[in-house]
Each structure stands twice: as structure tokens, then as C-alpha cells.
């Protein structure tokens, strides 16, 4: 992990828990974040969108898992022991993504980050909230509440319930 150090004199901090898919590094605010877990046990759900993992029990909860590298697009890859579930909540729905790695949390300047460009490392542009320019990498903040369309929120609460 590395020190970051800027500025912090004037505007909005950014507390971001940031993660690895594929070879790009994303961040999420950490405000929307419960925990962030080992992957356990995961139960399929019978005709669930190819990026829906299935259902995990979580200390009673019944949570449903997706997988975010195949929701952004990328190829399914074996998880290994560096991969984690987010567990997040979203429009008051408590969802687990499934990451390659979570990288480290950060804070960083508001200032630093730019709208992102309209085609941005294969992911959907829509999803995303801003490109945030760190001394050495780019860090892609996602906006978790569009990485679902209505109809899929409404499926996933159903499983919830």
C-alpha cells in the first residue's frame, strides 16, 4: 500500500474502500460499505442472471451475491484467496459483490477526480461516478446504485425477502 499525501486544505474528502477486477482498480465510498468478507459458501439460484452468484447466509441474512467482474463485462475467473465479498448497501438492499481483491481504503481529495471519459476500460460508463488521478494509477469510483437496473433490484429484493 502506498502513502498518498495531497493537499487537503479546501473541498470534499472521499473515503473510498478501493478493489481489484481484472488488472483496474476501482473504489467505492466506504459509507455504503458493511463489511468486507472472505468468500463462503454460495447457494445457486435457479434461473438468476449469468452474473448473479446466488444467496449466502450471512449471520441469519440471507444476502445475494454478484459477481462484478462478470457485471462489468469481464470473463469469469476461479476465485482465489485473495478474492472478497463486498457486502454493501444499496438503495436499502444489502448485496454482495464478488471482487478479485480489495486493495486497500483511501482518502483522497474530491478535486483530484474528473467525470470519466466515455469509454473507460471496457466498463460501462454509466456505472461509473468519476476517474480519480493518484500520483501513479487511476482509480475508477463506481456508482453501486446503477450497476443494477430497476428490474434486477426488484429481482434481488425478492431473494432478500
Known sequence: MENIKYNQESGEILQLVTFIIENEEF????????????LISITKIPNAPDFVEGVVNLRGRVIPV???????????????????????NVNEMTLGFIVDSVREVIRIPKSITEPPPSITAGVDSEYITAVGKLENRLLI???????????????LSEIEN
Open 27 to 38: 473504489g467505492i465510498d466506504i459509507l455504503k460499505v458493511e463489511e468486507i468478507i472472505r
Open 66 to 88: 454478484i459477481d462484478l467482474r462478470t457485471r462489468l463485462g469481464h470473463p469469469k475467473r476461479e476465485h482465489d484467496n485473495n478474492t472478497r465479498v463486498i457486502v454493501v
Open 141 to 155: 469510483l463506481l456508482d453501486l446504485e446503477k450497476v443494477l437496473d430497476m428490474k434486477e433490484k426488484e429481482e
